[in-house]
T-cell receptor, first 113, second 114 residues
């Protein structure tokens, strides 16, 4: 059974810092891995999706990497801004795709101006 | 529509009443997921649909919870005889078939049982 873990649970950084959020998964037979952002009281917004055949994806200041062999994905945020403050969640979709997305509990990020 | 739509956005109900939550997925999305999120907690999987069938309903907490999907589109999640512990935000997501397809979430229904 797939399990997804995100460390740390919370992170506070000063504005302008580059930072890395970690996501690990127990079953490397994944279809894809997706990163989301959740603002307080809101739904989830998709940030990046990495297919199992890919090593990384980039969107603006965000870069997500995937290493299936070690069961890890990282989300790199460059030049952080106060508007980046939110909870970041990763979700793994197991091979075949006929399964639910399995989520980590998220990392709550605060970027201090 | 442009995105996943959930209704109502907020629902307050009395303990013991039945409630129905609705999810309109993005047109053409065959996979549909229901999750719930209690205050300050992570996402708890409830049920997954592929078309109109539910290959995985292992997350439904009790037999008071049921869900259906008709026409490969709209889904309803029904909670019978609501309890206070059912209070949470219920989130719906949909996804196209394929490896390079993102899941998109609705804004959720906030259910409060008083």
């Amino acid at each position: 059974k797939q399990e997804v873990t995100q460390i740390p649970a919370a992170l506070s950084v000063p504005e302008g810092e580059n930072l890395v959020l970690n996501c690990s998964f127990t079953d490397s037979a994944i279809y894809n891995l997706q990163w989301f952002r959740q603002d307080p009281g809101k739904g989830l917004t998709s940030l990046l999706l990495i297919q199992s055949s890919q090593r990384e994806q980039t969107s603006g200041r965000l870069n997500a990497s995937l290493d299936k062999s070690s069961g890890r994905s990282t989300l790199y945020i460059a030049a952080s801004q106060p508007g980046d403050s939110a909870t970041y969640l990763c979700a793994a979709l197991s091979l075949g795709g006929n399964t639910p997305l399995v989520f980590g509990k998220g990392t709550r990020l605060s970027v201090i101006a | 529509g442009a995105g996943v739509s959930q209704s109502p956005s907020n629902k307050v109900t009395e303990k013991g009443k039945d409630v129905e939550l609705r999810c309109d997925p993005i047109s053409g999305h065959t996979a549909l997921y229901w999750y719930r999120q209690s205050l300050g907690q992570g996402l708890e999987f409830l049920i997954y649909f592929q078309g109109n069938s539910a290959p995985d309903k292992s997350g439904l907490p009790s037999d008071r919870f049921s869900a259906e999907r008709t026409g490969g589109s709209v889904s309803t999640l029904t909670i019978q005889r609501t309890q206070q512990e059912d209070s949470a935000v219920y989130l719906c997501a949909s996804r196209k078939t394929g490896a390079n397809t993102e899941a998109f979430f609705g804004q959720g229904t906030r259910l409060t049982v008083v």
